[in-house]
C-alpha cells in the first residue's frame, strides 16, 4: 500500500520551462514594489491547508484543478495554497507575495522542470520562476522549504512506510501472508534506518546546500537592490512521541499483537495509523531533517558571511496539537489526518470499521494510482500553516543571519526565539 507519497493574493505566473534571465538595469529598478517568495516542497507551498490556487504549466498555461482521475503530474497538484504560511505571516513593507512552491519538490526542481524526473510536476524550473518575479518586483524575503525530498528519500515514502506496516499488521494474520503473500508484505514497526541512513542524510544534505547555492546566485543577480533575507525552514513531525492514552488499546488489542482491526480503525479515524513503536525513529527522521537543513545554512553562512540567510526550525511548532496527541483527534490538531479515497471520487474515507483487507488494498491502489487523492495526509492544515505564518513573522522580524526557533507552549503560545 501506498498512503502518501513521498491569498492574500496568488499571482500566477505564465512562464515557460526556459525561464527569462532578468538584471540590474538601472536606478528605475529601485523603485519596483517589494516581493515576498516561497521556494520548496509541500511544506510551504500550502499542502493539506486547501485553498489551492491555479498553476502554470511549463508551457504557461494556468492549470485548474483538472479533475480526481487526472495525472498527478498536473501543475495543479503542487498545492498552491491561498492558506499557506507566506500568506499569513505580517512581513511588513512587503507589497505583493508569490508562492512558487510545488509539493513533492527536490532540490533538482529549483534548477530543472520537475517534469525531467520521475513523478515530478510539469512545472517550470522554479529559478526561471523566480527570475521572472524578479523582472517586475524587488525581492526582500525568500522562504525556502527543502530537503523532505531529495534522491535519496522523500517525506510520502517514510510515511507510507511506517503507515503501510502498521495496516498490514492490523488487518492480516500470518497465516494469510504464508499462504497468500508469502510473508513479502513487512508487518513490523519503523525503525530509524529504515527510514533514512546516515550515509543518506549526509547525500541529501549535500544535494539540498548545492539547491541552496544556486538560489543564492541567482538572487544577486536577479534581486533589484540586492538586499533581501533568505530564511530557511526546518519541519515538522504531524505525529507526537507518543499517542494519548485512548489510542493504546482498543478491543483488548494493542499493536503489539497480531491482527488488532478495531486499533486499526481507531487510529485511522483518528489520523494516525502506526504503531507506537515508529514514533521515535519517524521523529529521528524528522529531527534529522532539521539536522540537515541546520547543516546546510552554516556551509552557506561559512562561505557567504554577508549574505542574511537565516534559519527557522520548527520543529516544536506544533507540540501539544498533533495528530493522536490529544483525545478527539484529529479535532485541533495541526496536521493532516491520514486520509485515502475508494476510487477516484473526490471523497475521502474517514472510517475503517468494518472494512476488510481486500476492500483496504483497494483504497490503498487508489492513492498509487491517483496520488492526489492521498497526498494531503500528514501535512500542516490551514490552522498549522497560520501557526508556521507566525513563525515566519517572528523570523522575518529577527536580526540578520539569525537562528531563531518556533516552538508551541503548553497553553497554545507560538513563541519565537
Partial sequence: MRFLQRAATVVMLFVSAAGVQAVHSGPAQATLPTAAVALGDSFVSGEGAGDYQPVADSSGTAQGFPGWSAANSNAYFCHRSANASLFKASLPGIQQRFNLACSGAQPADITAPASARPEGRTVAAQLDQLRAVAQTHDIDVVLIGLGSNNSQFTFGDVATLCANRFIADAWTGWWEFWAYLKGEVPQQPCSASDLATAAEVAAATTETTAALRQILDTLAQVDADGVHQVILQTYTNPLPPELATPYHEEDGRKDTRDKFRALGAERYAAGCPIHRASLGPGHVFSENLGTLVKNAHATLAAERPAADVRVLDVQRAFDGARLCENSGSPSGALATPVRVQDGPTG???????????????????????????????????????TVLGQCLSGAVAAGPRASVTCARDQNGTITVS
Fill in 347 to 385: 471523497t475521502p474515507v474517514t472510517s475503517l470499521s468494518g472494512w476488510d483487507k481486500i476492500r483496504i488494498q483497494r483504497a490503498a491502489n487508489t492513492c498509487v494510482t491517483y496520488f492526489q487523492t492521498c497526498q494531503e495526509s500528514w501535512h500542516p492544515n490551514a490552522a498549522g500553516h
